[in-house]
């Protein structure tokens, strides 16, 4: 037997390490990435809330091209670009909304004539001028126009909504026309007139042509310019109550 110390055994190699995993793609060129579609604008933008004037602002529109009784508080919200319930924030109901607008809108018309009177220096027929024409001017430039309209429409339907109109408004107008006319009677300017009477007549065809121009004048193509009308009746007037030694 061959000796046990010399017996050669066998030794089996190392084992080799296992390869690394090559990725197929490691080495291929890259390509280059595609840019994302931009995304089409939203039709209106959702603001997460707005003043209480910009409600005020988007019911006035809203009613003067639609009707009060077909507007409801979900299309103001989506005029105004906010949720039906940033809404109910301010206002509990589309009548709130149209007291705000009277409130907001129409009887800081009233301050800026009332403080026109108090700041002149002219003739009593320079003022009612100017007190005319700013009024008119006024309700455009707020973009208010059809606010008397819808108080004249939904007056039955809200008398309390008439009355406040009456007293914030009409009234004051008429109030401070009349002043005017007394002054200028009383510096002999205009004759020995009906303060009352003469105020109704000058005012109500500008009330009447505003009312026309906020609903039938897109119809009426007969119908007056608003601007130029208040120009002829006021020409009118001031000629009828000028007293002998101012005409």
């Known amino acids: 037997m061959p000796d046990a110390d010399r017996t050669l055994h066998a030794v089996e190699p190392d084992a080799e390490a296992p390869a690394p995993a090559v990725d197929p793609a490691a080495d291929a060129p890259s390509k280059p990435s595609t840019p994302p579609k931009p995304e089409k604008p939203p039709r209106f933008r ?18 003067a091209e639609q009707g009060f009784a077909a507007t409801n508080l979900k299309d103001v919200a989506k005029r105004a670009g906010v949720s039906k319930g940033t809404v109910y924030l301010y206002f509990r109901s589309k009548e709130d909304l149209l007291r705000a607008a009277v409130r907001t809108s129409v009887v800081p018309i009233v301050d800026v004539v009332d403080e026109l009177e108090v ?50 408004v009409l009234s004051r107008v008429r109030r401070l026309v009349a002043r005017v006319l007394k002054r200028g009677v009383r510096d002999g300017e205009f004759a020995s007139i009906d303060v009352r009477e003469a105020t109704h007549l000058l005012l109500a065809p500008v009330f009447w042509a505003q009312l026309h121009g906020a609903s039938l004048a897109p119809f009426d193509d007969g119908g007056p310019d608003l601007a130029d009308f208040v120009e002829s009746h006021l020409a009118y007037f001031l000629r009828s109550v000028a007293s002998k030694e101012t005409r």
Not at 143 to 165: I, R
């Open 46 to 63: 959702r603001r997460k809330g707005a003043r209480p004037e910009e409600l005020i602002s988007a019911a006035v529109a809203l009613f």
């Open 119 to 168: 700041d002149a220096d002219g003739t009593a027929s320079e003022l009612l001028g100017t007190l005319l024409r700013r009024w008119v001017a006024e309700f455009d430039e707020r973009g208010v126009a059809g606010v008397p309209k819808l108080v004249m429409a939904e007056a039955n339907n809200f008398p309390e909504l008439a009355e406040d109109y009456v007293s914030s």
